[in-house]
């Protein structure tokens, strides 16, 4: 008997059937790219591959999907989907279609992308149609697809100002006075009131505070009042008050807010002792820095009569002083949060009861909010209580008095901590084994002297200490989310809106694009779900702890990460493995702890009342907001501190890693002191070149990848742009160099005798030089090309004094390879000419020695003409050149040259064609049917002329003998 055959061919769709069903795939799968391949599988369709590929490209072109850079092909968030959306949510109004609400992302030539919440693609507003928003502002902007299927729009509208207060120089004539931001995104003037200055001078940095932004006909024409006053600019206190101005900041309260604080009573009266547990027998103690000021938590410990463990958490009960809708409330509401700078602290509540009344401090009767933990004798968590309590602080703990404690056995409450210890590793335990992030970012810290000055940079350590008082932070945080959470759930009831602190899993595209960069130093990240991914990181950073990449994958790890925020709506803490998680532990310091407490309280009192979900999310939205501002401002100040410390440090060696790689050169992380700076490709030990998986630097003899341990010297900073300069040096000469150094670091130290060095400083005709400069890079091309393309370009010079009375050697900018981006080029060498390693100069300095036997050749000089570079020397324009010129005469003028030989007949033809050249002579040599010019002229400096001549590069590829023939002729006929 036959058997019918089963029918495996896979069906093929006509053209419109297959653009259905592509449309329903990237509307179901909207966050996921496809290959064309992918599709054919993914549909289980018989088309061709040719045949998807011609559906792709009408949807393409339609604008329903993108193309990204790996080739593949996803769905356009701003498609049709997106106008339907608006264009209901409008009424139909042709006006108001495709609109959108979002943050200004300013970048460097001036345009700015606004970032839409939820949308993967960001709208791009050029510069004339921002309206005059400016970064960070919200703003309402018309948007529609360019031709590459990307949004592009304009700004109708200013819905929120980032900040109001900007910091300037206040300019005052006769009749006016205005203030000139020194946010270059702020291109106008900010006019003040004459006759409100105050103690204001003319000159002044200022803090000024718009009040009105245009004039009555919608003009820019922003009017504001001084509200500080800084003092001379340059001092580094400016500096970080500047930081916090611009990152949304006000450095000052307001006097209502001032006068509030200063009218509550520090008096705690006996009726209201009476409404709280009083837990004042009980042994309480705080665990802070040894520097902090502000004790917003406090830890209780008492054993209960069944041999069970009594914990308390207790936490500054603000909210009692902070009432809604008072002027400190809104202050603080305003602020959301305090901002820890290297050096200071900006408070979100004033004085009295940051550092004051709300303070935990030892000795004191205080006021708190708690969390009460109840523990069996091996740690386990058998029941909790919350509520208002009074408390006293028998002990303030510095986490250095603790670590020694538990090490050591000895000590104040020894038995305590240590129990406290135990209980602790247990929750830690119990943490990661449900999939806790195990890894962090390492903090930099620095030693300051009297003058906030750095003196020590170091990385923070965490023991024990640290976590024991972390580890019972996070336990209230968690019961507090989920007792709010959970029980009404249980109990049938409506849900209260809360402030939840949530942390979504990690996009797993991002995962997998760092399991293929981790995967090139030997690890396989195995991570197909979110559950797997915090096991595999922790495994991969388990095996790279001690070696050089360890940093790297550490960091590209956490940037793989959701960023926490704060939102009503409770999707969990994926980092802490939290199902539900609150802010309870830091209302001096957190306006979303605040709120909790609020709200846990009306809970307790078994209240009805309830927070507006919408107001509380928006609330949410501003607190995670300023957040984000608050870390932006800490970061800026440890950057600022770190250039600020390595100023002292110029031209030390260190070891360091490799961090980053770029167009124009690496970034190294110094292993010393985690300080971070740039190596360009022009302060490389050899000639370097990014490969194209921009994970591996080449020469000849050397390749270095991500993450490699490197030599570096420290060649200039520049505090005002955060940056720093390094040189990649040779590892066995450094090696030996640091060798010497340290030992004679060591000596130094050793001596009984102290001896005071005096620092050398640049001299006037130095700094003129580089006043020049910079001066010339502001105006040149050269600096509106690298704006318009978005580069990081500058001119360089080092910082190392002028040798004068010697030879200059000077050169024309050497061609750049193609597509290769350049910051700069040396004007002046960081060693005389007979130390430095280029060849040119090695092979210069034999025939100086042959030609100029009476020169003193330790004295040499080598450097180009312009300080800037482009691609090739013909494409720095004419302009620029004349720029160049008057940057040369003040070479000139601080090196002070008895003779100037230059390696480039396009430089002699320009200073000869600029009426540079005095007497000129020409000459040409006939060599093996190649006509080489020679000349050799004069050139003024200052009031006298000098010798000047044009000869070939001795380190090009023409013969030594013709070589020679040159120099013979240019300096036999002087």
Request: proline share 3%; charged share 30%.
């Amino acid at each position: 008997m036959s058997r019918k055959k089963k029918n495996n061919k896979i069906k093929k769709l006509t053209v419109q059937q297959l653009e259905n069903e592509l449309i329903k795939l990237f509307k179901r799968e909207s966050k996921t790219r496809f290959a064309p391949k992918q599709i054919g599988k993914h549909l289980k369709i018989g088309n061709s591959k040719d045949s998807i590929e011609h559906v792709l490209e009408k949807l393409l072109n339609s604008g329903f999907i993108v193309q990204v850079r790996s080739g593949k092909y996803k769905l356009n968030k701003f498609s049709g989907d997106r106008t339907e959306r608006t264009d209901r949510s409008s009424g139909g109004n042709d006006k108001q279609r495709n609109t959108s609400v979002g943050v200004v992302d300013m970048i460097r030539s001036g345009a700015a992308y606004v970032v839409c919440e939820g949308d993967d693609d960001d709208i791009y507003v050029p510069a004339s149609k921002l309206k005059g928003a400016l970064n960070k502002d919200t703003v309402k902007v018309r948007w529609k697809l360019s031709r590459r299927s990307k949004p592009e729009g304009v700004v109708i509208s200013i819905e929120r100002r980032h900040r109001e207060a900007f910091i300037g120089t206040l300019v005052v004539s006769r009749q006016f006075a205005f203030v000139m931001p020194d946010d270059s995104n702020l291109s106008v003037d900010i006019l003040v009131d004459r006759n409100l200055l105050g103690n204001a001078a003319d000159g002044d940095k200022v803090v000024v505070v718009v009040d009105k932004w245009h004039d009555e006909k919608g003009r820019p024409s922003p009017r504001g009042r001084i509200t500080t006053v800084l003092g001379k600019a340059g001092s580094s206190d400016i500096e970080m008050k500047s930081i916090l101005i611009n990152n949304g900041f006000n450095i000052t309260f307001p006097t209502e807010v001032l006068d509030e604080s200063e009218a509550i009573s520090t008096k705690i009266t006996e009726h209201e002792i009476a409404k709280r547990r009083d837990m004042r027998d009980i042994l309480t103690f705080t665990i802070d820095p040894a520097d902090a000021k502000d004790f917003d938590d406090a830890l209780s410990i008492e054993k209960l009569e069944n041999g069970n463990y009594e914990i308390g958490v207790h936490i500054a009960d603000v909210s009692h002083y902070v009432q809604p809708d008072s002027e400190l409330d809104k202050e603080a509401a305003k602020r959301t949060t305090s901002v820890y700078l290297v050096d200071r602290v900006l408070p979100m509540l004033p004085e009295k009861l940051s550092n004051g009344l709300c303070s935990l401090r030892p000795q004191e009767t205080k006021l708190t909010f708690s969390a009460i933990f109840e523990f069996s004798p091996k740690g386990d968590l058998e029941g909790e209580w919350f509520g208002k309590t009074v408390t006293f602080s028998d002990r303030r703990f510095a986490y250095e008095d603790v670590q020694e404690i538990l090490e050591t056995g000895e000590g104040d409450y020894v038995d305590e901590l240590r129990l406290l210890n135990s209980f602790a590793h247990k929750m830690r335990r119990a943490r990661f084994k449900q999939g806790a992030m195990n890894f962090e970012s390492p903090e930099v810290r620095f030693e300051l002297d009297k003058e906030n000055k750095p003196i020590r940079a170091y990385l923070k350590e965490r023991k024990d200490a640290h976590m024991l008082i972390e580890d019972f932070m996070l336990l209230a945080n968690k019961r507090v989310g989920a007792l709010i959470y959970d029980q009404v759930k249980e109990n049938g009831g409506t849900q209260i809106p809360f402030v939840y602190r949530v942390h979504d899993t990690p996009d797993m595209e991002k995962v997998g694009n760092f399991g293929e960069f981790a995967k090139r130093f030997g690890y396989n990240i195995k991570a197909n779900s979110p559950k797997q991914v915090a096991r595999s990181f922790g495994s991969m950073l388990k095996q790279a702890e001690g070696k050089s990449e360890y940093q790297v994958l550490q960091q590209l790890a956490i940037r793989t990460m959701a960023k926490a925020a704060y939102s009503t709506d409770n999707i969990g803490h994926y980092g802490l493995a939290f199902d539900t998680y609150s802010h309870f532990t830091s209302p001096i310091r957190r306006y979303a702890d605040v709120l909790g407490h609020r709200i846990l309280f009306e809970f307790l009192e078994g209240n009805k009342k309830r927070m507006n979900a919408s107001k509380l999310e928006e609330m949410c939205k501003h607190i995670s907001k300023k957040e984000r501002s608050a870390m932006d401002a800490e970061r800026e100040s440890v950057k600022y501190k770190q250039t600020e410390y390595l100023q002292d440090h110029v031209g030390e060696v260190f070891q360091g890693v490799i961090s980053g790689m770029a167009d124009h050169g690496v970034y190294v992380k110094l292993s010393e002191n985690y300080c971070e700076g740039m190596v360009r490709y022009d302060n490389m030990f050899e000639s370097f070149t990014i490969l194209d998986d921009r994970f591996h630097i080449r020469s000849i003899n050397h390749t270095y990848k991500m993450g490699d341990a490197v030599w570096v010297r420290v060649l200039n900073t520049n505090l005002q742009r955060r940056q720093v300069d390094m040189e990649l040096l040779d590892p066995e000469k450094a090696a030996k160099e640091f060798g010497a150094a340290a030992a004679v670091a060591e000596t130094k130290a050793a001596s009984t005798d102290e001896e005071q060095v005096e620092l050398a400083t640049p001299s006037p005709k130095v700094a003129k030089l580089f006043r020049a400069a910079e001066n010339a890079f502001d105006k040149s091309e050269i600096k509106k090309y690298a704006e318009k393309q978005e580069l990081q370009w500058y001119f360089h010079l080092t910082d190392t004094p002028v040798e004068e009375g010697g030879v200059l050697l000077l050169q024309m900018n050497p061609k750049a390879k193609h597509e290769a981006h350049y910051e700069g080029q040396h004007l002046v060498p960081a060693h005389s000419l007979n130390e430095n390693s280029e060849k040119f100069a090695k092979k210069s300095v034999e025939m100086l020695q042959q030609f100029l036997p009476d020169a003193d050749l330790s004295k040499a000089v080598s450097a180009y003409f312009c300080p800037f570079r482009a691609e090739n020397e013909n494409q720095i324009s004419g302009h620029d050149l004349d720029l160049s010129l008057k940057v040369f005469k003040e070479l000139l003028k601080a090196v002070k040259p008895k003779q100037i030989i230059i390696f480039s007949n396009n430089l002699r033809n320009y200073l000869d064609a600029q009426n540079q050249l005095k007497q000129p002579h020409i000459h040409e040599l006939n060599y093996n049917k190649q006509i080489l010019k020679v000349a050799h002229a004069r050139i003024s400096v200052g009031r006298k002329f000098v010798s000047v001549y044009f000869l070939p590069n001795p380190g090009s590829r023409i013969a030594n003998a013709a070589q020679q023939q040159a120099w013979e002729w240019a300096f036999g006929d002087k």
